[in-house]
């Protein structure tokens, strides 16, 4: 054992050492925080930067049509055929309205169900199997849901319904509501889960059964939340293009029963955007369907961003 006086000294020469690293270190992190700062908010100005220029190129390009035919030839009219300069829009808007209600008509209660299912309702080893198997729905590339549609559905859809091809509506609203099936559940799920555990002990004190405290507490509590995923859903919905173009048929006309081979907004434009020319009407039009497409799914965001702000607010 050393000397009290010895043990003294080497502390002293430890702490002054200690003394003297502390500002290199301090100084090194302040760097590395600085550098990290600025390269955040590099990436957060470039993302911003590309979106409002893909904004203002879309944008631009789409106005360009109606210095060619007016709004309300293309907004209101049902005849598209651009070899005889008609570009008429309304069948294809109506049908992606109509094509997205069917999808979440179909979409919606399953995945309700099933988020109602995984958190309140199953085992634990059932919900350990169930998630996973949504999140890895989630990741599924949409061009397998597409040729699944293709070869397995259309041909049970022929034999179901007694119709020649059994494109459509129909066909394309079912494998869409299996695409959004798992980010609706999901989302659900979640604020199912994040509903305080005292309103359902106090509505069961209350006498309340399991369903009740399901479907008039738990349910009105997580509401803002389901209305978030279902929106979230519906987005993917409106924009889904490889999946919906191999099932719905790809023509261009109004879809008067679930069998009737037409398109949408996304499908017609994949389908003839690399057959005309850039500075052309029909291109305008396709540019300005895009543009609608763009806006609608804006608008979607801006009303899951209030609703999540009320959320928080509650």
Known sequence: MGSPVHNLTSRAKGNAVAVSASPKRHSRHLLSNTLFRYYFLFSILALCLVLGLVILFIGKTALLLFGQISPL?????????????????????????SLTALTLLIAVPVSVGMAVLCAEIAPKWMKNFIRPVLDLLVG????????????????FLRRASGEGLGDGLLAAALVLALMVLPTICRISDDAIVSVPRKYRDAAYALGSTRLQVIFRVVLP?????????????????????????????????????????????????????????????????????????????????????ILGRKRREV
């Not at 061009?143 to 293709?150: E, F, R």
């Not at 609608?292 to 979607?300: A, W």
């Open 221 to 305: 509590a997580a509401k803002r939340g389901i209305i978030s995923a279902v929106i979230l859903g519906m987005t993917r919905a409106v924009g889904e293009t490889m999946a919906v173009v191999m099932v719905i048929g790809n023509t261009p006309q109004l879809a008067k029963t679930l069998f009737t081979p037409s398109s949408v907004l996304t499908s017609n434009i994949v389908m003839q955007i690399s057959n005309v020319e850039f500075d052309s009407t029909w291109n305008y039009a396709l540019h300005m369907m895009a543009f609608l497409l763009l806006l609608i799914s804006f608008m979607l965001i801006l009303v899951i961003r």
């Open 140 to 155: 599924i590339p949409s061009i397998v849901y597409g040729y699944l549609g293709l070869t397995v559905l259309l041909p």
């Open 73 to 97: 030839d293309f907004f209101f009219s049902f005849n598209w055929t651009p070899e005889e300069e008609a570009f008429g829009a309304a069948a294809f808007i109506v049908n992606t309205l």
